[in-house]
């Protein structure tokens, strides 16, 4: 491939860019207990990478047969106990800040991509102070169809004007990585060690930490897989 080929690398962000598993998972607590119920951790990441809308529909009591109101009240609620936990605590992943200020520098076009609402995604971005190296931000607040669908990747690739085949996604669900797939990218699944890790066997190349990748290899495993 032409070293002038432009390639671009789409970020999910929750278990990629900030190790919120702790705080997601509280701020589903915190929701249920003000209405009387409890959520479990199964049923937590059963959830991986899909939008709290999806989510609410599927795994509360009676909640397929609430309104959109309804929905949206408790998906905000939910996602505003998040914010405050991690204004609390920013648990930042380590080498992701890293990795992006690196390939910005190697010329690579960024986005985060995330199912996340663009409240919590431009938190992210502000705390990590990355705002000047993305080329686009796709949120949960821009798609109709949430991963495992790859509406979130194909409109980042369009962001970044850069076709997805070009693109490399870093992930850390299956249902992130079953959407990069879809979309025709690469993808790195970065994998949660532990009791409740999570299959990423389709991603093209697993890693355990961030500092595994760097814009070389990155740049490789796209080229790789062009015909």
């Not at 509280?26 to 991986?48: I, L, P």
């Not at 009240?73 to 992006?100: H, S, T, V, W």
């Not at 431009?122 to 991963?147: F, H, M, P, Y």
């Amino acid at each position: 491939m032409n070293s002038d080929v432009q390639l671009a690398v789409l970020f999910d962000m929750d278990g990629v860019l900030i190790d919120s598993y702790a705080a997601h998972f509280e701020s589903w607590q915190v929701v249920a207990k003000q209405r009387g119920g409890t959520y479990t951790e199964e049923e937590f990441v059963a959830g991986f990478g899909r939008t709290s809308r999806e989510l609410i529909r599927e795994q509360w009591n009676g909640a397929e047969n609430w309104s959109e109101d309804e929905v949206a009240q408790l998906d905000n609620d939910k996602e505003a106990a998040f914010r405050d936990i991690l204004n609390e605590n920013f648990p930042a992943m380590p080498g992701g800040r890293e990795l992006i200020f690196d390939l910005y520098e190697r010329g690579f076009r960024i986005a985060v991509a995330s199912s996340g609402p663009r409240e919590n995604v431009q938190l992210v971005i502000d705390r990590l102070e990355i705002g000047s190296c993305l080329s686009a931000v796709i949120t949960g607040n821009d798609v109709t169809k949430g991963k495992p669908d790859p509406q979130v990747f194909q409109l980042a690739a369009q962001g970044v004007d850069v076709p997805n085949p070009l693109c490399c996604v870093i992930e850390d669900a299956p249902a992130g990585v079953a959407a990069a797939n879809a979309a025709g990218s690469s993808c790195i699944g970065l994998v949660r060690p532990g009791k409740y890790s999570v299959n990423l066997d389709d991603a093209n190349l697993i890693v355990s930490h961030l500092n595994e990748i760097n814009p070389a290899k990155i740049a490789e495993l796209i080229q790789s897989r062009q015909g």
